[in-house]
């Protein structure tokens, strides 16, 4: 594992528990106690955790996000991670699928690899169905409000209608993915249309990047169990008992 992809993954792994010691990280990243020290004190220099005596905290600021950043700024983040997720998250579609593609920067990309005709899609994404039907695939757009940051449409008929339909399988985005926690989003109109979708899929994926894990906005639309997970790298043992989840990379491709 590289030192980056090691260091990451013990961020997500100390904010999902937010107080560690030096002995646990040793045994979940099978790891030597120097390395692991030394770890902890290049991310305690970088103010992504807090080192103590004996481990490290998680920052009180990253506890729980309510910072939505744009659409711009989101699908400048993990440009590489975000396509390869996509890209497998695409081959899942059958001909038979009647699919609901939730707003999102990596829904968003998923799009241009989707090559089944007919199958039927249904999103509540704007710029996504504009995409959709730029692909000549059978498109449907729920209406309700358009929240202007996301560029989604959310609100009470949304959920209306979104009721009426059985989707075979949906796919969604996140803010943050927390065991306990779950699936969250700062938004709670967002996260009620989110909740709606996945409770009439039979399969619902979520589409996140590793920097996605251990991170908490205010509302969560899902628990960890009630989605499949489709993302760049292991977030470690304690979600992987939890899920199903699928790890892809550009070396996949």
């Given at each position: ?251 996949n491709d």
């Amino acid at each position: 594992m590289l030192t980056k992809e090691r260091r990451d993954l013990i961020v997500a792994y100390i904010n999902e528990k937010n107080a560690v010691t030096v002995a646990e990280l040793m045994t979940e990243f099978d790891a030597s106690a120097a390395t692991i020290r030394r770890d902890l004190s290049a991310l305690h220099d970088e103010k992504r955790i807090i080192k103590v005596f004996g481990g490290a905290t998680s920052l009180t600021s990253s506890d729980v996000n309510t910072f939505e950043p744009s659409v711009s700024l989101k699908a400048s983040m993990h440009v590489d991670e975000k396509d390869a997720i996509s890209k497998y998250a695409a081959t899942l579609i059958n001909d038979d699928d009647f699919v609901y593609i939730d707003s999102g920067t990596t829904t968003l990309e998923m799009i241009k690899y989707i090559t089944n005709t007919k199958a039927k899609y249904i999103t509540n994404g704007i710029v996504h169905a504009k995409r959709l039907l730029e692909h000549g695939l059978n498109t449907m757009i729920i209406g309700g409000r358009c929240k202007q940051s996301t560029e989604a449409i959310i609100g009470p008929d949304c959920i209306e209608g979104i009721s009426k339909y059985h989707f075979s399988k949906a796919f969604m985005g996140t803010n943050g993915i927390s065991i306990n926690a779950g699936y969250t989003t700062p938004d709670v109109d967002e996260a009620l249309v989110k909740a709606e979708a996945i409770k009439h899929t039979y399969i619902s994926y979520v589409l996140a990047d590793h920097s996605k894990f251990g991170l908490i906005s205010s509302v969560t639309f899902a628990d960890i169990s009630a989605c499949c997970i489709i993302t760049d790298r292991s977030p470690g043992k304690n979600y992987t008992a939890k899920t199903v989840i699928k790890i892809v990379n550009s070396q996949n491709d």
